[in-house]
């Protein structure tokens, strides 16, 4: 099954990109009902209200890294499905469970994510089922930052958190940032096929070639 759904919501104060993706046949009675929400960072109950209307059921909840805007919602989504398995990266798991570390004690209001139920992954990893994403290592705007890749279908998908936007890079000047591994995790991502389609964690959807083309900061990383 080579075809992928993609819903974007806007989520949070701070407008990060939720993915709702699950996958999708032309014959319908072929297409499972389950679903990833990919960084799910706020207006928990219009991602389920989302899922219910697509008739879908949440198995997987994909985190590109640990930061308050990427995680608020999955509490509510995890009362709501209680079945589905978080990922994130395991240098940013322990984020999930410190206020301070996952910055919402910075931007208020302060809150923690239970870790107990979250896979950790370190880069390599086929998950999400069907969907068959494979997890990228991608430090730099934090130290356990993942991107998730879908090689299948006619031109790769990447979902690109925070470590690639249209036009920009993320920020790696708050804790746990480094330029120097963003800086590699960027040259890890050029060397994706060009008509790689990126769906970023703030923005909007961009193409890798585009990016080589025409972004200063993924330039800079290549020098």
């Not at 389950?34 to 207006?43: L, Y």
């Not at 995680?71 to 999930?96: K, N, S």
């Not at 069907?130 to 299948?152: I, M, S």
Request: proline fraction near 8%; hydrophobic fraction near 45%; aromatic fraction near 4%.
């Amino acid at each position: 099954m080579d075809g992928l759904r993609v819903i974007r919501l806007e989520v949070g104060a701070l407008g990060t990109n939720c993915y709702l993706v699950w996958a999708q046949s032309p014959d319908p009675a072929e297409n499972p009902r389950g679903a990833a929400a990919i960084d799910p960072g706020g207006d928990g109950p219009e991602i389920v209200r989302a899922l219910e209307r697509a008739g879908r059921e949440l198995e997987w909840v994909l985190l590109t890294h640990g930061h308050a805007d990427h995680i608020a919602a999955v509490p509510l989504l995890l009362q709501r499905w209680p079945g589905a398995t978080v990922v994130i990266g395991e240098d940013d798991r322990a984020m999930l469970g410190d206020a301070e570390a996952n910055l919402s004690a910075w931007v208020g209001p302060a809150f923690a994510v239970s870790a107990e139920r979250c896979a950790g992954v370190a880069g390599g990893e086929t998950v999400a089922g069907g969907l068959e994403l494979e997890v990228l290592a991608t430090p730099g705007h934090t130290p356990g930052g993942v991107c998730y890749l879908r090689r299948a279908g006619p031109a790769p998908v990447l979902f690109s958190g925070d470590t690639l936007f249209a036009s920009s890079v993320g920020r790696c000047d708050l804790p746990g940032g480094s330029w120097e591994e963003l800086a590699g995790s960027l040259r890890l991502l050029a060397a994706l096929p060009a008509g790689a389609a990126v769906y970023p964690g703030h923005g909007p959807e961009t193409v890798l070639r585009a990016e080589l083309a025409g972004n200063p900061h993924l330039a800079e990383a290549l020098r």
